[in-house]
C-alpha cells in the first residue's frame, strides 16, 4: 500500500478527526502530515516519556497499519481511506499508544494524565477520589526462581484479577514493573479499605499456572491515600502519599492494606464559594 494519505482524507483528518480531545487532534495532525517518514516501533508509542502524545513527528500510514496489525487491532470493516476508516486509524493509534502492552491496562502516561484530571476534578468539587497503589509481594523472587516468562504471566494474572473487582468508571494501571495504580473517582471514605481489601483479597485467592501443572499463588501489598478536597495539589503529591502507605504496608509484613488516616477537614459554604469564584476567573 502507498504510505501517503491522499489529499481528500489529509484534508479531512486535519479538520475534522479528533475534536474529541486534543490527543487525538495532535496524533491525526501528525498522521495527515506524515507522509516521508515513519515510527520507528510500537515501543516508541508506549513511551512513557513526554510528550504525552503520540511522540513520532510523522507516520506513515503503511507503517501505521504495520503497528495496529502487530498489536492484533482489526480496523473497521468499510471502505479503506474513506473518513470512517480514516477515523478508525487514529482511534486505534491513540487507544493503543495509552494501553501497557503486556496486560492491556492503561500505560504510565494515560495514568498520569487522568491523575491530574482527577485531582483538578476533586479541587474544583469537593468530591472524594481514592488512589491506591500496589506491588507485588517478592516479584523478584519469582523471575529469579521461575524466570522472565512466569513473572509475565503473573502480572498479566495480576492485571486481570484487579480489573474485575473495581468499576467502568475506575482507571487501573500498570505504572511499573509488578506496580499497578488504581484511580477510584466518588469512592467514599467509608468504602475504602473494603475496596483495597477486596483488590489484596482477589490476587491472593488466585493460582497462576506458570506451566503445565505448575501453579503460583502471588500477593500484593497496597497503599491508599485520597485527593485533598476542596485544595489545589498536585497529581505527584498525591502519588508519593500513596506509595508512602504501599511502603508502610511492605514494612509491616507485606500481603496487606495501609490507608492514609482521613482529615476530617470541614469547608463552610462560604469558603466554598470563593473557591469556585477563584476557579472562574482563573479559566477566564
Known amino acids: ?10 484534508a479531512f483528518v486535519r479538520g ?34 513526554n510528550p504525552a502524545f503520540i511522540d513520532a513527528s510523522s507516520l506513515r500510514l503503511d507503517q501505521a497499519l504495520q503497528l495496529l496489525q502487530q498489536a492484533g487491532v482489526a480496523l473497521p470493516d468499510v471502505d479503506s481511506h474513506s473518513a470512517l ?39 474544583r468539587s469537593g468530591e472524594p477520589a481514592l488512589l491506591l ?12 526462581t521461575h524466570g522472565h516468562n512466569a513473572g509475565d504471566l503473573v502480572i498479566q494474572a495480576v492485571a ?18 509488578e506496580e499497578f495504580a488504581i484511580i477510584l473517582p466518588n469512592c467514599a471514605t467509608a468504602f475504602a479499605l473494603v475496596v483495597a481489601e477486596r483488590v489484596r483479597e482477589q490476587v491472593a485467592e ?21 485527593a485533598p478536597q476542596w485544595v489545589r495539589s498536585s497529581a505527584v503529591l498525591w502519588m508519593e502519599r500513596a506509595d508512602r502507605q504501599l511502603y508502610r504496608a511492605k514494612t509491616e509484613g507485606r500481603d496487606r492494606v495501609c490507608m492514609e488516616p482521613q482529615v476530617d477537614s470541614m469547608v463552610s459554604a462560604e469558603e466554598k464559594g470563593l473557591l469556585f469564584a477563584m476557579t472562574q476567573l482563573e479559566t477566564e
Open 85 to 123: 476508516w480514516i477515523q478508525g486509524v487514529i482511534d486505534a493509534l491513540c487507544d493503543l499508544s495509552s494501553k501497557d502492552a503486556l496486560t492491556g491496562l492503561a500505560n504510565r502516561r494515560s495514568f498520569e494524565m487522568t491523575l491530574e484530571r482527577e485531582i483538578d476534578r476533586v479541587a
Open 1 to 10: 500500500m502507498d504510505g501517503a494519505l491522499p489529499a481528500g482524507i489529509s
Open 133 to 144: 497503589t500496589l506491588d507485588i509481594d517478592h516479584f523478584k523472587a519469582v523471575n529469579d
Open 160 to 177: 486481570r484479577a484487579v480489573a474485575q473487582v473495581v468499576r467502568p468508571m475506575d482507571t487501573v494501571a500498570r505504572v511499573g514493573g
Open 16 to 49: 475534522n478527526i479528533g475534536k474529541r480531545s486534543h490527543f487525538r487532534v495532535t496524533a491525526a495532525a501528525r498522521l495527515a502530515a506524515s507522509e516521508q517518514q515513519a515510527c520507528s516501533s510500537l515501543a516508541t508509542l508506549n513511551r512513557p516519556a
Open 206 to 226: 488466585q493460582r497462576i499456572e506458570i506451566a503445565p501443572g505448575q501453579l503460583l499463588r502471588v500477593t500484593v501489598s497496597v497503599g491508599g491515600a485520597f
